[in-house]
């Protein structure tokens, strides 16, 4: 990693609040460039309190933004940090109408050109995309990373039509933890404490909200780009990672957006932003290539970035299997459209006689983690132990050269069910001639979501119908001598949450299912060869992160009581722990994520987590807490939650409230 310290215009910052039409400000920092000229304006729009979370991060790239010459600017959401208002759900209308307000309030500050672009990684992105669908004027660009076009079918609530059980939870119980938080008083003032009790006692779990809509009805469509990408009037530069869930998302913004005002960037990546140096690497130069979407769309700087691929996709080589890898094998390359011309579909029929899928309900226990962040436990190990849990079919790489695969693989399926409800998952994997198993990709559908995402139509029992869907998308080369393996299995715990009566299984009838794979041939339509500079970044904050005498929790941990036949997976998310910052500020959060199952019973399925932060300012007697426990079950008729906050300044509890809820199980 370069850090940069000299740039073309020496900076300055400064924290505002911005007025929105309803009286409520929104709190931000500004890193500017000094100059006397007006220069562009960069967005970057989060709940994530900017004063304290992302503050080490935005120390990376904001003040290098504004010393090439953009005025930078981090803001709070509304009811976040130390923003005023309450919190909303994710992406609700007043967001979004917000974030109009700020575009347009930057386009009219003296220091500003008047042309703005947004960025942002997931909700930042996901809101960046959103925004430009509302194509306020001044935006004439952005920069998406790690987010989605679809907030049904590519988010951290559904999959496949299936509830995603290990992120309709925890993301559900840490948006509950980060909303609960309270207002700094260094920035908000002495008023700090009563504007968090206001806020506290507008609190509302999001999770019933998102439970209370099982399949893709309005409420999903809103927010979703993918329902008209012709609203878009912003340029967008689409990026993503082949280890982040969201990475379909760029392949659709390239193939439906015009090709003059879109280009996508996907890289072996997780779910963070590429120069960040985390695992899986290599990390490139990406503020540099920001950089030149930005000269080429705020300032019209003639630069040749639209002459790139309209796709840049790194082909990972096979690689063994392992929770962790700092660097990659692979290489780049760049496709002039998508679908591209380079990639053809290679279909392998199913062979064999029918098989009965009953998959152990704990199937699914070496899945990885959802939001792979770059820790040490997040992605998934060996898949020899899923594999025995699910129906197998095998099609080795001949001796005639590796195969490239670049896109989005699709499985059709002949199945026949017994009950009226199930799931399937499907999962490719590169298996090397010592018998390890890879995973490279999966998918999963419910089979009630078989004929739309917005529709729950029962299983005729008894019957054979046939199934199709895709899988992730994915660069990834097999070599000579392995096997590519298909593992289908009627179970995926905790990522898809089971259904009572899908402990039966499926029958696969091998005739008429097949497996389709997007090959890549290196010699079709072969451009010039993509390349990145290097990782760059402006000096870090100076956050200290103190060592502990703690004994360290496992990140991933998995337990098995014989006797009860029951299954645990302890989870430590890994967001961030104790550090001190510049500003005096003493900062801790601890979370642990519980996820159960016993065999045979798909009613058994529970989550639990459990949030601890302080907010700690020694020099002026504040000290902050905030504790949370959020539960979910399920029984044959719907599913049952649990989520407590309790609030302490020093000892004293400010608030304390529990929520329980049950609802009824309609699709999902």
Not at 420 to 443: E, H, I, K, W
């Amino acid at each position: 990693m370069n850090i940069r310290t000299d740039f073309p215009y020496g900076t300055t910052h400064e924290d505002v609040r911005i007025p929105l039409p309803d009286g409520v400000t929104l709190y931000a920092r500004i890193w500017r460039p000094v100059t006397d000229e007006p220069v562009p304006a960069l967005l970057e729009y989060l709940p994530y309190r900017l004063s304290d979370w992302t503050a080490p991060r935005d120390q990376q790239r904001h003040p290098w933004y504004a010393g090439h010459g953009y005025a930078s600017v981090r803001v709070d959401v509304r009811g976040h940090g130390n923003s005023g208002g309450h919190p909303g759900d994710e992406y609700d209308a007043r967001e979004l109408a917000d974030g109009v307000a700020v575009v347009e309030w930057l386009a009219a500050q003296p220091w500003c050109t008047g042309a703005v672009g947004m960025f942002g990684i997931s909700w930042g992105g996901f809101n960046s995309l959103q925004i430009a669908a509302l194509a306020p004027e001044p935006l004439k660009a952005v920069v998406t990373v790690c987010s989605t076009d679809d907030r049904y079918d590519n988010d951290v609530h559904y999959m496949g039509g299936s509830v995603l059980a290990v992120d309709m939870h925890a993301w559900a119980a840490t948006m509950l933890a980060f909303a609960a938080r309270p207002p700094d008083p260094l920035y908000a003032g002495d008023g700090w404490k009563e504007q968090w009790l206001d806020r506290l006692e507008a609190l509302q779990p999001l999770v019933h909200t998102w439970l209370a809509h099982q399949t893709r009805d309005a409420y999903w469509k809103h927010g979703s780009v993918c329902e008209d990408y012709a609203a878009i009037g912003a340029a967008v530069l689409a990026v993503g990672g082949w280890h982040d869930p969201y990475r379909d998302t760029v392949l659709r913004l390239v193939e439906h957006l015009p090709a003059e005002r879109v280009r996508g960037l996907i890289g072996p990546w997780s779910h963070q932003y590429p120069d960040r140096g985390l695992p899986p690497g290599p990390a490139i130069g990406f503020l540099q290539e920001t950089l030149r979407w930005w000269d080429h769309w705020l300032k019209g700087v003639d630069n040749g970035v639209m002459d790139e691929p309209l796709l840049r996709s790194w082909i990972s080589e096979s690689h063994r299997p392992a929770t962790v890898y700092e660097r990659m094998e692979g290489r780049w390359v760049g496709d002039p459209a998508w679908p591209s011309p380079a990639v053809a579909p290679h279909t392998y029929a199913l062979q064999g006689d029918p098989v009965l899928v009953v998959s152990p309900q704990h199937t699914g226990l070496d899945a990885g983690r959802f939001f792979p962040f770059g820790n040490d436990g997040d992605l998934p190990p060996d898949q020899r132990e899923e594999d025995a849990k699910s129906a197998c079919f095998e099609f080795p790489v001949g001796a005639g050269g590796r195969l490239e695969v670049l896109g989005r693989p699709r499985v059709t399926l002949r199945l026949r069910m017994d009950v009226p409800y199930g799931q399937v998952v499907a999962r490719v994997c590169d298996v090397a001639p010592d018998g390890s198993s890879t995973l490279v990709t999966r998918g999963a559908l419910n089979l009630s979501a078989r004929r739309g995402r917005d529709k729950a139509v029962p299983w005729p029992v008894g019957a054979y119908e046939d199934v199709t869907f895709e899988l992730n998308g994915i660069g990834h080369a097999f070599p000579p001598g392995h096997r590519i393996r298909l593992a289908v299995s009627s179970a995926y715990w905790p990522w898809i949450w089971p259904r009572a009566g899908s402990e039966a299984g499926w029958t696969l009838e091998p005739a008429g299912s097949a497996l389709t794979l997007p090959v890549r041939d290196p010699a079709v339509g072969a451009g010039p060869e993509v390349a990145f500079e290097p990782p760059e970044q402006s000096e870090g904050l100076g956050v200290v992160y103190p060592e502990t005498l703690d004994e360290p929790r496992p990140e991933r941990l998995v337990v098995r009581d014989v006797a009860r036949g029951l299954w645990r997976l302890e989870v430590d998310p890994r967001y961030g722990g104790t550090r001190v910052y510049p500003d005096g500020l003493e900062f801790s959060e601890d979370a642990r994520e519980v996820y159960e199952i016993e065999d045979g019973d798909p009613l058994s399925a529970r989550t639990v987590s459990h949030w601890r932060i302080r907010l700690h300012r020694p020099e002026r007697g504040w000290d902050a807490r905030v504790e949370t426990r959020s539960r979910i079950s399920c029984d044959e008729g719907g599913f049952v939650t649990s989520d407590e906050v309790v609030c302490r300044e020093g000892d004293e509890v400010l608030f304390h409230r529990t929520w329980e809820r049950r609802l009824p199980r309609a699709a999902g």
